[in-house]
């Protein structure tokens, strides 16, 4: 047996504030909250600890909440999507959604006095957004296609939200992992492509054939920080695909919790841990909790495809259905869009609506019957089975409109750059820009073809915004993160930069 010794170590002012309070135990005030209104609730539990709900202030838009759910392998029903369409209706103008790279959404405008409802209204639907922010595992992703790609491998839907329910305690909330040291992100890909971008996330199962068996792979450690970033490491280890997938992310994330530095905010991510004690002790350590012999991995995984975006109409591995996937820019839906995006999930498919790490939606189970009839759909002219190139492979992450981090603002300037260079390019193929406002790297620009991260720089004596270049993230088989190679442009310089990388690195020409 490995000796593993729980860090001695001055609190910092987050780990302060957790041993006062757990971030959970604030659910049982949110009646409360709702009554005195939000400049009345004691500063931490107001900016950090309703995080542990989903409950996100925000100084940009104060008084106006964002609201992150908890969708787990992306996948909605008709009716939920109709339930969050209902709440962000209600604020009108400041109401939104974003589809977050996560599969995920985040709701905005939200007030605190309607939150108590609202989570009445979530619990009917089958919704959480409990411990979805802070120290806490995050949204855990899965393949898109999973139980419909004639192609696939393993189906995660199931594993999945077994996790979940695991670490959530069924949505109602789990104490055993509300103290994490930080945040924490598992993915589990059952396809050929790594659409779950498996090297960016702490925990990430890939499949893989062992003795003629087909389980999992594991890597540990992948993740993004403002001062680090390192793609996952193999485990050395492969797991059936059975609720040994359950027991292994149970016992890394109680080895993290216990283990896990918590000294310094910037070391205290699984991968610091890691390098501290070396893979082998990590994995001892972490197979004394899962309480059995991990097997060694397989020799080679199956992640041997191209990425897909999924964008477009698809044949299922269900005879005479098909899935259409739709591209919504920079990912922000409005109420009518997801009024409108239940309806047609109704009418043509089976009621499923599915979101994928790229910020898009696909529609399943839509009979060979429906089709015709289908693409008539008005909505369809904004949300594109064929959009352009550049436009096709955008990423953004909220951007300083709405995020109080965000150096720059991404969004609506990046769909607007696009437009330009679409107008000026003809593109041979999709480039991926991902755009992200500071470097908590929400938009996963180091996974990008070209990565652009907010940051303020100086012009003409002034502080502007700007953004440092990344370049060299593959997705996909043989995935690797991308390195920056420019620092501080100027955004209102950026635009003669981009053209010229797409014209020299990526084929373009001039129109």
Known sequence: MVEATKPVTSLNKFEQFKAEKDGLAVKDQLEQFAQLGWEAIDKT????????????????????????????????????????AEIVQRYGEDGNADITTRQNLQLRGVRLEDVPDIFRRFEQAGLTSVQSGMDNVRNITGSPMAGIDAHELIDTRGLVRKVQDMITNNGKGNFAFTNLPRKFNIALEGGRDNSVHAEINDIAFVPAYKDGELGFNVVVGGFFSAKRCEAAVPLNAWVPANDDVVDLCRAILVVYRDYGLRANRQKSRLMWLIDEWGMEKFRIVVEEHFGRTLLTAAEEDEIDWDKRDHIGIYPQKQSGLNYVGLHIPIGRLYAEDMFELARI????????IRLTVEQNVIIPNIPDSRLKPFLTEPLLERFSLNPAPLTRALISCTGAQFCNFALIETKNRALAMIKVLEAELEMTRPVRIHWTGCPNSCGQPQVADIGLMGTKVRKDGKAVEGVDLYLGGKVGKDAKLGTCVQKGIPCDDLLPVLRNLLIENFGAKSK
């Open 45 to 84: 539990d107001l900016e950090h600890r309703l995080k542990w709900l989903g409950i996100f202030y925000r100084p940009v838009t104060p008084g106006k909440f964002m609201m992150r759910m908890r969708i787990p392998n992306g996948i909605l029903t008709s009716n939920q999507m109709q339930v969050l």
């Open 345 to 352: 999930a109704e009418v043509y498919g089976s009621g499923e």
